[in-house]
């Protein structure tokens, strides 16, 4: 049997083994759907019969290419995610079959119509109003014009059984997937946060969704085995600074923030935004009467993105994650030019005001410039923490 730590290095390879993978999949007669973010409605797409991968866009290589086309002031994510398909340096965007874009920025949806030429892309317009009534009816069309189009470009019938199926199972992955993050409730944590963070990441590629769900399972069980025993990533008596950290798009940025921040004794324990504990912990309503696309259309209006406005439910959510986590500090991290989580930081900042919580911004690219400022004002953070114990 695996180790533990084997078991974590296979996650945090999972997004490098699944290139060939996903070579295997086209090559069996497998059809891929690529996506950028978390509202792209996984029950439909899997309802299809497609294999759902998220789209490479983590690396500063390809934004110089994607500069030929795109303008230099936009948001590395988006410059990165565009360069990776022009180059055709992505297998995951090269092998997709269709690739689903959501309208969460200006910048994402003028990048479609660009990507649109390189690849066969369908865009869901996302509705920015929070408030369900006003939105869910054009949410609803949204998602519903999405399976047509699946429908007719794969020639399948997506069948209401087919997605009530695909809520049980995806509810299922995120109860698992929630299991992660409480980890970090521990005192001290039974998990660090570069390793979650790398669970997180690299169960995207890893295709198999029953195998993956079982190994996934055997190491959080582990993990709170290995704490109750007194071998979990910190000693029982350690007291390191608790952190929460913000933000969105950060894959790109994690050696030098995420793995920087434990690196010099904080304890990430759980993380907010769209990939965080609320997306986690909200599921689909499993109905045998309602319409299985309305119960997905009022699951992910709740996604906490910076893109709604006014965005009211993110910061009582964050408030709620700080008293939970018992969090000491919150490192809220935005890449340059995205401007909704970029003007959101100030209300983020506000709310730790309120909850008495010490408030680091961090904004920054995927160049590598800015590593050593980062590291000084983190470990500044975390000097102030332990001064206020």
């Known amino acids: 049997m695996m180790t533990l730590p084997e078991r974590f290095n296979e996650f945090a390879e999972a997004r490098r083994n699944g290139f060939l993978k996903v070579m295997e999949l086209k090559e069996s007669g497998a059809n891929i759907c690529g996506s950028f973010c978390q ?8 309802a299809a019969g497609l294999y759902k991968v998220g789209l490479c866009g983590k690396s500063n290589d390809p934004i110089a290419t994607a ?16 360069g990776h398909a022009l180059e055709q340096s992505c297998p995951y965007a090269y092998f997709s079959d269709i690739v689903v874009g959501e309208t969460t920025c200006d910048g994402k949806k003028k990048m479609y119509e660009m990507l649109g030429k390189l690849k066969p892309m369908q865009v869901i317009h996302l509705p920015n109003v929070p408030e369900e009534e006003r939105s869910l009816e054009a949410w609803s ?27 049980k199972w995806c509810n299922k992955e995120r109860i698992q ?46 993990c709170v085995e290995k704490w109750e025993n007194g071998n979990g990533p910190y000693k029982p008596n350690e007291k ?36 965080g504990i609320v997306s986690r912990r909200r599921l689909v309503e499993e109905s045998e009467d309602k319409d299985p696309i309305t119960c997905i259309a009022e699951k992910y209006l709740e996604v906490p993105c910076a893109v709604m406005s006014p965005n009211h439910k993110r910061m009582e959510q964050v408030a709620a994650t700080i008293e939970e986590w018992k969090i000491e500090g919150l490192i809220n991290i935005t890449l340059h030019s995205c401007l909704p989580f970029g003007v959101e930081s ?15 911004h961090i904004e920054t690219d995927f160049s590598k410039g800015d590593e050593g400022q980062i590291r000084t004002r983190i470990e500044a953070f975390l000097e102030l923490i332990m001064q206020r114990r």
């Open 141 to 167: 069309m949204e998602i519903k014009h999405f399976k047509e189009g699946l429908e007719e470009r794969f020639d399948v019938e997506i069948t209401d059984e087919k997605l009530r199926e695909e809520i």
């Open 240 to 275: 390191p600074p608790r952190i929460l950290v913000s933000g969105a798009g950060l894959g790109g940025v994690v050696n030098k923030t995420i793995a920087v921040i434990e690196e010099l004794g904080g304890a990430i324990v759980c993380y907010e935004g769209c990939s």
């Open 346 to 360: 100030c209300n983020i900042e506000k709310v730790c005001k309120k909850c008495d919580t010490p408030y680091l």
């Open 177 to 222: 997937a929630a299991r992660i993050y409480e980890l970090g409730k521990y005192d001290p944590p039974a998990i660090t946060g570069l390793d979650m963070r790398n669970i997180m990441d690299g169960e995207q590629y890893m295709f198999d969704r029953y195998e993956k769900y079982e190994k996934l399972k055997q190491i959080l069980d582990e």
């Open 67 to 82: 500069e030929t086309h795109l303008p230099a002031n936009l948001c590395p994510l988006i410059k990165s995610s565009y």
């Open 39 to 46: 509202y792209a409605p996984a029950e439909v797409i899997y």
